[in-house]
């Protein structure tokens, strides 16, 4: 180990966290930067932030494996992607390189973890999860670190420091919106003016003065991917 690595005890499952300084925020795009920590023998802990239209697959997944290398993780291993302080949506063709590389090393991993992800990402991840687990690979989208963590735990059969009775029952995020007759109206109009034979043509590109607080806007988002 290094000088200037530091290690810590994660409070969820009392296992060491390993951080080194040459593993966090690494530039992979215009606005992307991804940092990597060792959680226990066999967890990488993935924070990135940036904008997910920036996300590259290969040099994320080349630096994921120089860093499993690196802190001598165990393999299979399991990744826990934290998507806090992520924006947007990847490409659809970023997206389906992802999905090419997972199936590829699908046997070196015990699972995809992904948390704080927005509704959006919930959605456009959903089949391609489903499609993941009947090929063996678990993946599992948690509600916050919590939760995943102790998801993690579970697939390795590891003592966690929580008692039973203790442990973060992870929960749908249920809120609830008001959605105005306009709101409805501004929807439609916009799906309207979409361009269907024109793959290039972007859903965003019509949003006009519909507001990313609206609690439509996220289902606009998810229509920029498809």
Not at 29 to 56: C, E, P, T
Not at 148 to 176: G, M, Y
Request: with cysteine; proline share 4%.
């Amino acid at each position: 180990m290094h000088t200037n690595d530091y290690i810590t005890i994660c409070p969820v499952s009392g296992l060491e966290v390993l951080e080194k300084p040459e593993w966090l925020n690494k530039k992979i795009g215009n606005n992307y930067y991804l940092s990597f920590r060792k959680i226990g023998k066999n967890i990488v802990s993935a924070q990135n932030r940036g904008h997910m239209k920036d996300f590259q697959v290969q040099p994320y997944y080349k630096y994921l494996w120089d860093f499993i290398k690196d802190t001598g993780v165990e393999k299979p291993f399991i990744e826990m992607r934290d998507y806090t302080y992520l924006k947007g949506l990847p490409s659809v063709k970023e997206l389906n390189k992802q999905r090419n590389i997972l199936i590829e090393i699908k046997d070196s991993m015990a699972g995809l973890i992904l948390y704080n992800t927005s509704f959006a990402v919930r959605t456009a991840v959903g089949v391609a999860f489903k499609m993941y687990k009947a090929l063996g690979l678990e993946t599992i989208i948690c509600g916050n670190y919590d939760a995943a963590i102790q998801r993690a735990v579970k697939i390795f059969n590891t003592e966690s420091i929580f008692p039973p009775d203790k442990e973060h029952k992870d929960t749908d995020d249920l809120k609830k919106f008001i959605i105005t007759q306009h709101d409805i109206n501004a929807f439609a109009e916009i799906l309207g003016t979409i361009i269907w034979d024109e793959k290039e043509k972007k859903v965003m590109d019509n949003l006009t003065e519909f507001s990313r607080n609206n609690p439509l806007y996220q289902f606009i988002e998810i229509f920029n991917v498809i």
